[in-house]
C-alpha cells in the first residue's frame, strides 16, 4: 500500500484552512451581529477598537481568555470539560463535505476544494447535526445546577423534534436530485435551475429548521435568560464559555453554507460556464460568490433574530410537530407525485 | 513487521470496542455508561466503514448514537440516577445473573466454533455502497422491505395512542 503524500499533505493544508475560515468568520460573525443589532435599533455599535469596531472580536477573545476560570465543586469534573470541546468539535465537523469551490489545477495536478467528496455526504451532515445535542447536554447536567439541567432538557427535545422536519425535507431534495453527494447536487444546479425553484416549501423548512437547530432566536429557548439565568452555559466562565458561543456561531456559518450549497447552487452562479473564463480564476470566482451566499444567509439570521421575539416553548413543539412535520410530509408527498407525472407514469 | 494499514486500523478500533463496551458495563456511573456505548457505536461504525459500507455506518451513528443514546441520556438525566440511590441488588441475583450469563457465553462458544466465517476482504465488495444497498432493497427484498415498514408504522401509532391517553 502505498501512500500519496502529495494528497495527504493537499488535505491537511484544505482542512487548516477551512478551519482558519470558519473561526475567522465566526469570530467576525460576534462583531456581525452586534452592528447588525445597531444598525436595526438605530444606535452605532462597537467602534472603539479599531476602525468601526473591526477589532472589537480580537479584545472579546483576549478578554475570554485571560479571565479567570471557574469550575463548579459539585460538578462533573470530566464531563463539565466534554461538553463544550464536544460543541466545538461537532460544529467545525460538517464543513468536511462541503464542497467550497470546483478544483484548481496547479501545476498539472487537480486539487479539489471539497476536503471529503463521500457519496453519502447529506446523510454525514445529518449524523454530525444529530451529534450536536450531546454537547449542550452533557455540559447542562454536568454543571449541577438545576437551571442548566432545564435548558439542557429544553436543548434536546428541541433539537430532536426539529431534526425530524429537517431530515424530511432533505428527503424531498434527495429524491429530486437522486443523489447524496453535495457536490454532484452543487454540479446538477450548475447546470439547471437552483434546487430553490423545485423545492421551494423544502427550503423553507429546511430554513427554519436550521434556526431551531443552532438556537438560533426565534428557537433560542435552551439560553432564555429570563426564564434560566442565562441557560446551559450558566456556570461556565472563561474560554469555555467562549467555546459555547463560538460553536453557536460556527454552526451559523456552516448550516448557511449548506442552504447555500444545497438550495441556491453553491459555488456555482448563472451564466458562468459562458463566461468564457479560465479554469482557475472560475473556480476562485465560485469560491467567493459561495462566501457572498453564506453571508448573506448570516445576515438573514441576525436580523430575525434582531426582529422575532422568542416563542413559548409549548408554541415551539406546536409549531414542530404540528406544523413543520406534516409540511414536510406533505412536501415529500408532492415532490414524489411530480416525480411520477414527469417520468410518464 | 507484517501489518497493513487496515490491520492497524483494525486492532485499534476492536481495542476500543472491546474497552469501552466493558465500561458500559463496569462503570457505576448510568452516564459514564451512556457515554462508553455512544463510544461503541462509534467504533463499530468504524468496522462498517472498514467493510466499505458507508451507508451502514452513517445510519448507525444517526439512528443509535444521534437518537436513541440522546433519548437513553435524556431519560437518565431527568430521573438523576447515580451511584447513591441505585438499589442494592441482593446477592443471590448476582450469583444468577453470573451463571446464566456464563452459560449463555458457553452456548454462544460452542455454536460458533464450528460456524465457517469467509473472510470478507475489506474494500473488494460493494454491497454497503448506498445506490447497490438501494438496488438490493427494492428489487430482491421489496416485500420483507415493505412490511417492516408497516412495524415502524404501528409502532409510531401505538406511541402516539399512549401519548394521548393522558389527556
Known amino acids: 500500500m502505498t501512500i500519496d503524500w502529495v494528497l495527504i499533505l493537499e488535505k491537511i493544508l484544505l482542512i487548516s484552512g477551512v478551519l482558519v475560515i470558519s473561526l475567522v468568520v465566526a469570530m467576525y460573525s460576534t462583531w456581525g451581529e452586534r452592528k447588525v443589532a445597531a444598525i436595526m435599533q438605530d444606535r452605532l455599535g462597537p467602534n472603539r477598537a479599531g476602525w468601526i469596531g473591526l477589532l472589537q472580536p480580537l479584545a472579546d477573545g483576549g478578554k475570554l481568555f485571560f479571565k479567570e476560570e471557574i469550575i463548579p465543586g459539585t460538578s462533573n469534573r470530566f464531563l463539565f470539560i466534554l461538553g463544550p470541546s464536544l460543541a466545538m468539535m461537532v460544529a467545525c465537523m460538517t464543513s468536511a463535505v462541503i464542497p467550497w469551490g470546483d478544483t484548481l489545477i496547479i501545476a498539472g495536478h487537480t486539487v479539489s476544494l471539497q476536503i471529503a467528496d463521500i457519496n453519502i455526504g447529506m446523510l454525514y451532515i445529518f449524523g454530525v447535526v444529530s451529534l450536536g445535542v450531546y454537547g449542550i447536554m452533557l455540559g447542562g447536567w454536568a454543571s449541577n445546577n438545576k437551571y442548566s439541567l432545564l435548558a439542557s432538557v429544553r436543548a434536546a427535545s428541541q433539537i430532536i423534534s426539529y431534526e425530524l422536519a429537517m431530515g424530511l425535507s432533505l428527503i424531498a431534495l434527495v429524491m429530486l436530485t437522486g443523489t447524496l453527494s453535495v457536490k ?20 423553507i423548512l429546511f430554513l427554519i429548521c436550521s434556526f431551531a ?12 435568560e429570563n426564564e434560566l439565568n442565562g441557560g446551559y452555559h450558566l456556570e461556565y466562565s472563561s474560554m469555555k464559555l467562549g467555546f459555547y458561543l ?12 449548506v442552504m447555500a450549497s444545497l438550495y441556491f447552487g453553491g459555488y456555482s452562479f448563472p451564466y458562468m460556464d459562458s463566461l468564457g473564463l479560465d479554469h482557475n480564476l472560475l473556480t476562485i470566482l465560485g469560491t467567493v460568490v459561495l462566501f457572498g451566499k453564506t453571508i ?27 406544523m413543520m412535520i406534516p409540511l414536510a410530509l406533505a412536501n415529500m408527498l408532492l415532490t414524489g407525485a411530480a416525480i411520477l407525472w414527469k417520468q410518464g407514469h | 513487521m507484517g501489518m497493513s494499514l487496515q490491520q492497524i486500523i483494525f486492532g485499534v478500533l476492536s481495542v476500543i470496542s472491546l474497552v469501552s463496551a466493558l465500561g458500559v458495563v463496569l462503570s457505576k456511573n448510568p452516564v459514564t455508561s ?9 467504533t463499530i461504525a468504524g468496522h462498517y466503514i472498514m467493510l466499505n459500507a458507508q451507508f451502514l455506518a452513517v445510519v448507525h451513528i444517526i439512528v443509535y448514537a444521534g437518537a436513541i443514546m440522546v433519548l437513553f441520556l435524556f431519560v437518565i438525566m431527568l430521573m438523576n440516577l447515580n451511584a447513591e440511590i441505585e438499589p442494592q441488588k441482593r446477592n443471590w441475583l448476582k450469583y444468577a445473573g453470573a ?11 460452542a455454536a460458533l466454533r464450528e460456524a465457517s466465517m469467509p473472510a470478507l476482504l475489506p474494500g473488494s465488495n460493494d454491497i454497503g455502497l448506498i445506490s447497490n444497498l438501494g438496488k438490493t432493497l427494492f428489487n430482491q ?10 412495524l415502524f408504522l404501528s409502532a409510531m401509532v401505538g406511541a402516539v395512542v399512549i401519548g394521548k391517553k393522558e389527556n
Do not use: K
Not at chain 1, 435551475?193 to 423545485?198: A, D, G, L, M
Not at chain 1, 437547530?213 to 432564555?224: H, I, K, T, V
Not at chain 1, 463560538?246 to 453554507?257: K, Q, T
Open chain 2, 34 to 42: 451512556v457515554l462508553c456505548l455512544i463510544v461503541t457505536f462509534f
Open chain 2, 99 to 109: 451463571i446464566s450469563g456464563g452459560a449463555f457465553l458457553v452456548v454462544l462458544l
Open chain 1, 213 to 224: 437547530e443552532c438556537n438560533r432566536s426565534p428557537f433560542d429557548l435552551p439560553e432564555a
Open chain 1, 296 to 322: 448573506c444567509f448570516i445576515f438573514f439570521f441576525m436580523w430575525v433574530r434582531w426582529t422575532i421575539p422568542r416563542f413559548r416553548y409549548d408554541q415551539l413543539m406546536r409549531l414542530g410537530w404540528n
Open chain 1, 184 to 203: 454532484e447536487i452543487v454540479e446538477q444546479q450548475r447546470h439547471g435551475f437552483w434546487n430553490v425553484v423545485y423545492q421551494p416549501l423544502g427550503f
Open chain 1, 246 to 257: 463560538f460553536a453557536e456561531y460556527i454552526n451559523m456559518f456552516i448550516s448557511s453554507a
Open chain 2, 141 to 150: 427484498y421489496v416485500v420483507p422491505f415493505e412490511v417492516s415498514s408497516i
